[in-house]
T-cell receptor, first 112, second 114 residues
Framework: NAGVTQTPKFQVLKTGQSMTLQCAQD?????MYWYRQDPGMGLRLIYY???????DKGEVPNGYNVSRLNKREFSLRLESAAPSQTSVYFC???????????FGPGTRLTVL | GESVGLHLPTLSVQEGDNSIINCAYS??????FIWYKQESGKGPQFIID?????DKRQGQRVTVLLNKTVKHLSLQIAATQPGDSAVYFC?????????????FGKGTKLSVIP
C-alpha cells in the first residue's frame, strides 16, 4: 500500500501562474487535509474534507481552492500564485482517530 | 497569538540518554494534546496523544505528561537513539471527537549525538 501520495514533489511557478497539487490515498479514510509548512513554522491547515462531497476552510484558505474528487483524491489549486505561497504543502488523511493523521511526503513549491 | 508553542527550538542529546521536549499551550479548553515527529524531508508522523482528563500516558519508549495547572505538555523519549533525530511538534485538538482542525506548534529540533 502506498498510503498517501502527492504529485508533484517539486514545482517552480512564476507569479500569476496557476497549478493543481494532487493527493491520493489508498487507506480508505474519510477525511483528508491540506497543510502548508513554512520555515521554522508548524503546519497550518488550508482546507479539509471531512468526507467525500464536503470541503471546509481551515486557518489559511485565502488564495486556494480544493476539490474532493472522490474518496481517494483531494486536490489543491492555486489560481494565481504569489510569492507568499512559497511553501511545502502536505496532504494528510484521517481515520477513526481525529488526532492521528497520516501525511504524504509533501510538495515543495517555489513562486518567483 | 499562537495557542501552542515551545520552550526551546533545539535540543541536543547524547545517544542513550533520555530526552525531554516541552510545549506550552494557552487553550485550556482543548480536549486532546498530540505529539508528531517529522524526519528530514518527510511528512509528520503521529507519535502519541493524551486526553485532557489524563496526566500521563505511555507508549513505546515515549511518555507524555500533561500539567493542566501550568498549561504544559512534555514528551519524554527513553534511551534516545539516532533514529529519534527529527523535529517534534506538539498539537492540540480543541474539541476532540468531531473536530478535524488540529493546531500545531512551531516544533523542536532534536539532534542525537552518537
Amino acid at each position: 500500500n502506498a498510503g498517501v501520495t502527492q504529485t508533484p514533489k517539486f514545482q517552480v511557478l512564476k507569479t500569476g501562474q496557476s497549478m493543481t497539487l494532487q493527493c491520493a490515498q489508498d487507506m480508505n479514510h474519510n477525511s483528508m487535509y491540506w497543510y502548508r509548512q513554512d520555515p521554522g513554522m508548524g503546519l497550518r491547515l488550508i482546507y479539509y474534507s471531512a468526507s467525500e462531497g464536503t470541503t471546509d476552510k481551515g486557518e489559511v484558505p485565502n488564495g486556494y481552492n480544493v476539490s474532493r474528487l472522490n474518496k481517494r483524491e483531494f486536490s489543491l489549486r492555486l489560481e494565481s500564485a504569489a510569492p507568499s505561497q512559497t511553501s511545502v504543502y502536505f496532504c494528510a488523511t484521517g481515520g477513526i482517530s481525529y488526532n492521528e493523521q497520516f501525511f504524504g511526503p509533501g510538495t515543495r513549491l517555489t513562486v518567483l | 497569538g499562537e495557542s501552542v508553542g515551545l520552550h526551546l527550538p533545539t535540543l541536543s542529546v547524547q545517544e542513550g540518554d533520555n530526552s525531554i521536549i516541552n510545549c506550552a499551550y494557552s487553550n485550556s479548553a482543548s480536549d486532546y494534546f498530540i505529539w508528531y515527529k517529522q524526519e528530514s524531508g518527510k511528512g509528520p508522523q503521529f507519535i502519541i496523544d493524551i486526553r485532557s482528563n489524563m496526566d500521563k500516558r505511555q507508549g513505546q519508549r515515549v511518555t507524555v505528561l500533561l500539567n493542566k495547572t501550568v498549561k504544559h505538555l512534555s514528551l519524554q523519549i527513553a534511551a534516545t537513539q539516532p533514529g529519534d533525530s527529527a523535529v517534534y511538534f506538539c498539537a492540540e485538538n480543541p474539541s476532540g471527537a468531531g473536530s478535524y482542525q488540529l493546531t500545531f506548534g512551531k516544533g523542536t529540533k532534536l539532534s542525537v549525538i552518537p
